[in-house]
């Protein structure tokens, strides 16, 4: 696929499911999709365009929690990433760990450390903090940082 096929391609087909479009450099896009649409999207990127899946971060903003979906098309040099932002209050999104294995791992960390609810995830087990670490608290999330 062209270089800008891939850029073209996305826009054309995920028009409506995108909030917000951002170029940040040539090989740089940001991407904001409503959190119901994830799924759907990250399959597109994934599954139909091939990208690979990089990482999936969180970020603990004044708007609320952000997730960010990293992909790679790495023969283009093109870095695409999927950003959702979740209410501190409903911190909560659809796993996309059943359709990207790789997403396992870091959507329990992201939970742990954040408090984001990964609905419909394959393994929602505890994976850092100790087992008598108390409910409620992130570590990640700017009040407890604050309240140290």
Known sequence: MAKQDVIKELKEKLGKKILKWEEKSPQRYYLTVPREDILEVAHFVFEKQKAR??????????AGIEILYHFSFDELNKIVTLRVLLPKDKCQVESVAPIIPGADWIEREIAELLGVKFLNHPDPRRLLLAEDWPEGKFPLRQEVRENQ
């Open 53 to 62: 899946f990089i990482i999936e971060s969180g970020v603990d903003t004044p």
